[in-house]
């Protein structure tokens, strides 16, 4: 497998505009999650997904943020509108339900200007 | 709500010698991870600690787990260069029915510097 697959991998956005992240899970993991990593904050849990059923956003910070599983192989995290606070490294990573640890992907770097 | 604290969040120290990195978090769990990360990379997942007194061994890092004191450590044998990262502790709190994950609690990460 080619582990989780992110897109896209750098994205430099205006404050105001839409931006989507989309991510593809490691194929046969139950479980994606949506992670964000800043210096001030460190990784921070966004949202979780059990067999593409959203089960835990309260990580999602504002209204702003939406994400959505459509089927087992593909997600998107959307930002709208965007702001420059949004400048982050967001990372997608899939695992098994018990035990497994969680495997990330190479991540997207969002810059808003 | 869960905490996970590492210390040292800095670390430099020579080739050649040993060092522990420690990993206290606040509630009740028995799954604890520790991954690698190196600048501008992705996580790299080191070790899965799932029950009380795990000990996991991979060259040069051992970790342990003891869920009574809520606390894991990272052992740095005779380190060299190429340990050179930051090293994150995560926590599962695995609350939900069925023993199913729950979504990492990650530490603030200890920026490890090893010079020749």
């Known amino acids: 497998d080619a582990g989780v697959i992110q897109s896209p991998r750098h994205e430099v956005t205006e404050m105001g505009q839409e931006v989507t992240l989309r991510c593809k899970p490691i194929s046969g993991h139950d479980y994606l999650f949506w992670y964000r990593q800043t210096m001030m904050r460190g990784l921070e849990l966004l949202i979780y997904f059990n067999n593409n059923v959203p089960i835990d956003d309260s990580g999602m910070p504002e209204d702003r943020f939406s994400a959505k599983m459509p089927n087992a192989s593909f997600s998107t995290l959307k930002i709208q509108p965007s702001e420059p606070r949004d400048s982050a490294v967001y990372f997608c990573?899939?695992?098994?339900?018990?035990?497994?640890?969680?495997?990330f992907g190479q991540g997207t770097r969002l810059t808003v200007v | 709500e869960l905490k996970v604290e590492q210390n040292p969040l800095f670390l430099s120290m020579q080739e050649g010698k040993n060092y522990t990195i420690y990993c206290n978090y606040s509630t009740t769990s028995d799954r604890l991870y520790w991954y690698r990360q190196d600048p501008g990379k992705s996580l790299e997942s080191l070790f899965v600690l799932l029950s009380n007194g795990a000990v996991k061994q991979e060259g040069r890092l051992m970790a342990s787990l003891d869920t009574k004191a809520r606390l894991s450590t990272l052992h740095i044998t005779a380190a060299v260069h190429d340990l050179s990262a930051t090293y994150f502790c995560?926590?599962?709190?695995?609350?939900?029915?069925?023993?199913?994950?729950?979504?990492?609690?990650f530490g603030k990460g200890t920026h490890l510097i090893i010079q020749p």
């Open positions: 995560a926590v599962d709190r695995a609350v939900h029915s069925g023993g199913g994950a729950d979504g990492l609690t």
């Open positions: 990573a899939s695992s098994f339900p018990t035990g497994g640890e969680a495997f």
